[in-house]
């Protein structure tokens, strides 16, 4: 679903009513301002520009961006001195993204674990890696790991490959080159995960490791494309098997995987009836995230 574009025009009518308001609106309408059509298309836009934006004095404007940058909330460019949105909004932007995907999310997460009597988890990229945000922890005692809170390397896992799967071959190739041949566990490992009695395994066993250079990666990222899921098979941990399907938002883009895990010798034998059934739980967060053309 496309986010309509917002013209300077619109966005200074829609501060006028705001003209003789406290500094700290004075500061938002300037993020504002910065997160418009024309900024965006500049790359930045003066002090001058933006003072003539907001209708306000240039020296107040100096002194308010210099704030919002030293705060982060913006940044100036240093050739330009143009000044555009700042990483700490993109960076709180993506909490709240993530927030939002976690409280829809956990309900389902919880209804599959219940559903399929095996652990299930909530993951996202971060860092071109695999954070687990979410788990469910199967009901039965003999039970896959619950990796909430722990970074695993994205190639080793189906979560993190499904995570880039719609990513062009310039980035695969770019994030292959830096991130192809992490250790499995990147962040950290709570001892205690280790009672299961799953061995975290440093290298993938022979003939278990879906990516070992950069064409088995385009070629299993067609795979995810083409079925909708991807699968493990013992890659991670010895005697688990799993699988991942993708969750997009309301611009399509995939933003989470859900990944359900267990024991080989309780699923290893269904493995694709475990793939097609997570692809349609992740189809139906992908609904819920505002996705109209998951099905």
């Not at 310039?170 to 292959?176: D, F, G, K």
């Not at 990147?186 to 250079?213: C, Q, W, Y």
Request: proline residues 4%; hydrophobic residues 40%; contains cysteine.
């Amino acid at each position: 679903m496309p986010i309509p574009s917002i013209s300077v025009e619109e966005q200074s009518g829609s501060l006028a009513g705001r003209r003789n308001s406290s500094g700290l609106t004075r500061d938002i309408e300037i993020i504002e301002i910065l997160g418009s059509a024309e900024a965006m298309e500049s790359d930045g836009l003066g002090v001058v520009r933006v003072a003539q934006l907001i209708g306000r004095d240039k020296t107040v404007v100096s002194r308010s961006l210099a704030t919002l940058a030293d705060a982060g909330l913006v940044d100036r460019d240093p050739l330009t001195l143009n000044y555009r949105l700042g990483s700490r909004i993109f960076a709180l932007a993506a909490r709240s993204s993530e927030a939002t995907l976690a409280a829809r999310a956990r309900p389902l997460i919880h209804r599959i674990a219940h559903s399929t009597r095996e652990t299930t988890h909530l993951c996202v990229l971060r860092g071109g890696n695999v954070l687990t945000v979410l788990s469910a922890l199967s009901p039965h005692e003999f039970r896959s790991t619950g990796w909430e809170g722990v970074t695993t390397a994205a190639w080793r896992t189906p979560s993190g490959r499904v995570l880039i799967s719609d990513w062009d071959r310039e980035s695969l190739r770019s994030w292959y080159a830096e991130h192809g041949h992490d250790r499995p566990i990147v962040g950290p490992l709570d001892p205690a995960m280790s009672a299961a009695g799953f061995v975290v395994l440093d290298t993938p066993p022979e003939g278990k490791a879906r990516i070992h250079d950069f064409e088995s990666l385009l070629t299993e990222v067609e795979r995810i494309r083409e079925r909708g899921y991807a699968t493990l098979d013992e890659e991670l941990e010895s005697g688990v098997v799993g699988a991942s399907a993708p969750v997009t938002d309301f611009t399509g883009r995939i933003v989470a995987a859900i990944n359900v895990s267990a024991p080989k010798s309780r699923i290893g034998d269904r493995l694709e009836i475990l793939g097609n059934y997570v692809r349609n739980a992740a189809a139906e967060l992908s609904q819920a995230m505002g996705d109209s053309k998951s099905r």
